[in-house]
């Protein structure tokens, strides 16, 4: 059973331009958390979510950061028109159930 | 709102020495959990603690619970180099269940030769 997927795993984009990043969940997992981690920080939860629902996006951004767990394929997290201050690590973890979170290995974004 | 502290925040120790990284928390919570993370990688767990009274070593690491202190403590027995690496607690808030956990700031630990 393969672990958490998220691709890519680095990722440079110029300010304004759109980022996309998708956490391919364990088999079974239909449970979907991004987490947010600035340098030196802890990670900050983002977004929960089930297939096809957003369950809890209380710790998105209101605006440019969208995310979709879909029937079919990966969950994505989308950043529009990206700012220096987006630049982090995104971390996706999966569950089969809502309980014990296994994460995946991070996509590190970099805004220039 | 839930918070979780940790401290130290950085810590520096000799092998072979003990030592104990404290989280607290400032409500209620479900289940409690320690993961490791090295640098430029993910989160790996150490332990899940859920319920008061908890202990659970694995190692050279032991992880208990106390619900009532809102605290859980992760002692370091005679430490090795390999344990180097920055250590965090994150609790899942009863409230909110199953849908997020909090972070604390991590620990960063150096184990010095």
């Known amino acids: 059973n393969a672990g958490v997927m998220q691709n890519p795993r680095h990722l440079v984009r110029r300010r304004g331009q759109e980022a996309r990043l998708r956490c391919s969940p364990m088999?079974?997992?239909?449970?979907v958390y991004w987490y947010r981690q600035l340098p030196e920080e802890g990670l900050k939860f983002m977004v929960y979510?089930?297939?096809?629902?957003?369950?809890?996006e209380s710790g998105m951004p209101k605006e440019r950061f969208s995310a979709e767990f879909p029937k079919e394929g990966p969950s994505i997290l989308r950043i529009q028109q990206v700012v220096r201050g987006d630049s982090a690590a995104y971390f996706c973890?999966?569950?089969?159930?809502?309980?014990?979170?296994?994460f995946g290995p991070g996509t590190r974004l970099t805004v220039l | 709102e839930l918070k979780v502290e940790q401290n130290p925040l950085f810590l520096s120790m000799q092998e072979g020495k003990n030592y104990t990284i404290y989280c607290n928390y400032s409500?209620?919570?479900?289940?409690l959990y320690w993961y490791r993370q090295d640098p430029g990688k993910s989160l790996e767990s150490l332990f899940v603690?859920?319920?008061?009274?908890a202990v659970k070593q694995e190692g050279r690491l032991m992880a208990s619970l106390d619900t009532k202190a809102r605290l859980s403590t992760l002692h370091i027995t005679a430490a090795v180099h390999d344990l180097s690496a920055t250590y965090f607690c994150?609790?899942?808030?009863?409230?909110?269940?199953?849908?997020?956990?909090?972070f604390g700031e991590g620990t960063q630990l150096t184990v010095n030769p």
């Open positions: 973890a999966s569950s089969p159930r809502p309980d014990t979170q296994y």
């Open positions: 088999k079974g997992h239909s449970h």
């Open positions: 979510l089930q297939k096809e629902n957003i369950i809890d």
């Open positions: 994150a609790v899942d808030a009863a409230e909110t269940s199953g849908s997020r956990l909090t």
């Open positions: 409500t209620t919570s479900d289940r």
């Open positions: 603690l859920l319920s008061n009274g």
